[in-house]
């Protein structure tokens, strides 16, 4: 069941004035009369309980998309449902269901973390007794509760990202937007953060994620869509997306006793062989089938391995290459 549909949604604006600020580069996604087209035309949907990753460069349109999608900004076509409901006709409704946590929000530095979250309940409506138990509730998940009556000026920056978090789950949405969540923090700050992503999409929230640490997208996303120049240029799982960009395949393999490059480069199944201490680094067509060939030739020659291996393709490999083959030149 698809819970957000994104049909051809779009979003252009004028180009900026002539003068030093308005020189448009090489790439620039104009139109001939133009029109800058941050958002061009793009369609996808997001399954109900999953996590969805939206990645691309900067300047891809990631977080104008976002804000198309939360009712933010107005697209110039197009149109976003969720849960069945126009985002645009229906924004009160849509913003009881969904949570909402933007790159650039902050939080109010006057009031304390508890006092923040009752605001937001307030404004989304939560009941007065409900919002109290929910904001203590989420306090303490997110380990914040020792400092509920700190002003949140205080906070680190990991405490307030997690109070932001609390803020977009106040009104106990079944959809959050995340906008970069783990930018900036330090890796304890954004484990707990990761953590927390994974508990509440493993209660049912769908989650919509951009994000540019790849080992964030990798690690928590089911399906990625890749977005450059306004254009969705890739849509798929991490694994399919590693796979599908991966031309080759390696190992790595280390002896107790020396074994000549020239047998290594013998092998079927090697591509090229590198020596690298007291082994070498292969490049083959075929993980399996290399393995398999390797363990005979060791068995064959009495060899005695110490290490051996595998290189798995990278989310941030195929996400480069993606992008190199998928822009426009």
Request: contains cysteine.
């Amino acid at each position: 069941m698809s819970v957000i549909v994104v049909n051809n949604l779009a979003k252009h604006f004028d180009p900026p004035k002539r003068g030093n600020h308005g020189k448009m580069g090489p790439n620039s996604p104009q139109g001939r009369m133009g029109i800058i087209r941050a958002v061009d035309n793009i369609s996808f949907e997001v399954k109900k309980g999953e996590v969805f990753g939206f990645l691309g460069p900067n300047g891809a349109g990631k977080t104008t998309t976002i804000r198309m999608m939360t009712g933010v900004l107005r697209p110039t076509k197009g149109n976003v449902s969720i849960f069945g409901h126009d985002v645009w006709k229906n924004q009160i409704l849509v913003k009881q269901i969904t949570g909402n946590v933007p790159e650039e929000a902050n939080v109010y530095f006057d009031l304390t973390g508890l006092q923040n979250l009752m605001f937001i309940g307030e404004i989304y409506g939560v009941p007065k007794k409900i919002r109290l138990k929910r904001a203590e509730a989420l306090l303490k998940k997110f380990e914040l509760y020792e400092k509920r009556n700190l002003k949140s000026m205080k906070y680190s920056k990991g405490m307030k990202q997690r109070l932001l978090l609390c803020m977009g789950l106040m009104s106990n949405p079944e959809i959050l937007f995340l906008d970069e969540p783990t930018s900036g923090l330090d890796v304890q700050s954004a484990r707990i953060i990761k953590q927390l992503i994974r508990e509440y999409n493993e209660k049912g929230v769908t989650i919509f994620l951009t994000t540019h640490d790849m080992e964030v997208a990798n690690e928590l996303c089911h399906r990625i869509a890749i977005i450059n120049y306004g254009k969705i240029i890739s849509l798929d799982t991490p694994k399919n997306l590693k796979m599908l960009t991966q031309e080759y395949k390696a190992i790595d393999f280390f002896f107790a006793n020396g074994v000549s490059k020239t047998k290594i480069e013998e092998l079927n199944t090697v591509i090229e062989a590198q020596e690298v201490r007291e082994g070498f680094h292969v490049i083959v067509e075929d993980i399996h089938e290399g393995i398999c060939e390797i363990v005979d030739f060791i068995k064959e020659n009495h060899l005695i391995i110490k290490q051996l291996n595998t290189h798995q393709p990278k989310l941030e490999d195929a996400f480069l290459k993606i992008i190199e083959r998928g822009g426009r030149n």
